[in-house]
C-alpha cells in the first residue's frame, strides 16, 4: 500500500518564522513534489525534485526552498514566513519514466495558518 | 491556454442520480497520461484512475466509468447511482512525456454535492 506523510496536518505560525514541512515517502520514488492549493488559484506547483539533492523550481517558488538529503524525504522550507503564505500544502511523489505507472501520489496535506 | 479544462465548476445532484464530470485536454505530444483524482473534504487528493494516450478504451470501476476519446480530446468520468459520500471535488491531470514528464497540469476542479 502506497505511503506519502506529511508531519503536519495543521500548523500556525508567526509571521517571520521559519518553517519547515517535512514530507516522507514509501515507495522508493525518485520524483517528489510541493504543491499549494488555494481557493479559485488550484493547484500550484512550488518545487520538484527528481533526484537526491537535485531540485527545479515550479511555477511560483518564490519565498520557498527545498531540501531532498534523502530519497525518501523532502522538505519545504518557508525562510521568513508571511500571512500571504497561508495556504493548504501538499506533496506528491512519482516513479520514474518508463516504469510503467506514471500517476502522483499525495500525502494527506498540511494547513499552514501564518499569523 | 489551459492545458485541462473543466468546464462544470459545481454540479449538485440527488443521491442514486448519475452524473458525469467532463475533461477536455490539449496536447501536441502522441504520448501523454490522463488521471483523475478525488479530494474529499478531508484534503487529501486520492488517485483514482490512469489513462495513456494509447489506450483509449473505456475503464468501468464499480460505479465509476470513464470516457476517454482521442478524437475530442476528453476524458469524462461518470459515477452511476450516486451516493453522498461522492462528495467531493473531483479533478482531472494530463501529464506528457519527454522534458514536461514532471509537470502535470491540473484543471481546476470539478465540486459535487450529493445530497440525500
Known amino acids: 500500500d502506497v505511503k506519502v506523510t506529511q508531519s503536519s496536518r495543521y500548523l500556525v505560525k508567526r509571521t517571520g518564522e521559519k518553517v519547515f514541512l517535512e514530507c516522507v515517502q514509501d515507495?522508493?520514488?525518485?520524483?517528489m513534489f510541493w504543491y499549494r492549493q488555494d481557493p479559485g488559484l488550484g493547484l500550484r506547483l512550488i518545487y520538484f525534485s527528481y533526484d537526491v539533492k537535485m531540485k527545479e523550481k515550479g511555477d511560483i517558488p518564490e519565498g520557498y526552498s527545498v531540501s531532498r538529503e534523502k530519497k525518501e524525504r523532502f522538505s519545504l522550507i518557508l525562510e521568513s514566513a508571511s500571512t500571504n503564505q497561508t495556504s493548504m500544502y501538499l506533496c506528491?511523489?512519482?516513479?520514474?519514466w518508463g516504469q510503467g505507472y506514471n500517476e502522483q501520489f499525495f500525502g494527506p496535506g498540511t494547513r499552514l495558518t501564518v499569523l | 491556454a489551459q492545458k485541462v479544462t473543466q468546464a462544470q465548476t459545481e454540479i449538485s445532484v440527488v443521491e442514486k442520480e448519475d452524473v458525469t464530470l467532463d475533461c477536455v485536454y490539449e496536447?501536441?505530444?502522441?504520448?501523454?497520461?490522463l488521471f483523475w483524482y478525488k479530494q474529499p473534504p478531508s484534503g487529501e487528493l486520492v488517485f483514482l484512475i490512469r489513462r495513456n494516450s494509447f489506450d483509449e478504451q473505456n475503464e468501468i470501476s464499480g460505479r465509476y466509468s470513464w470516457n476517454f476519446q482521442k478524437s475530442t480530446s476528453s476524458f469524462n468520468f461518470t459515477i452511476t447511482a450516486s451516493q453522498v459520500v461522492d462528495s467531493a471535488v473531483y479533478f482531472c491531470a494530463l501529464s506528457e512525456a519527454g522534458d514536461n514528464f514532471n509537470k502535470f497540469y491540473f484543471g481546476s476542479g470539478t465540486k459535487l454535492n450529493v445530497k440525500p
Open positions: 515507495m522508493d520514488h525518485e520524483n
Open positions: 496536447t501536441r505530444d502522441t504520448t501523454y497520461y
Open positions: 506528491a511523489s512519482r516513479a520514474q
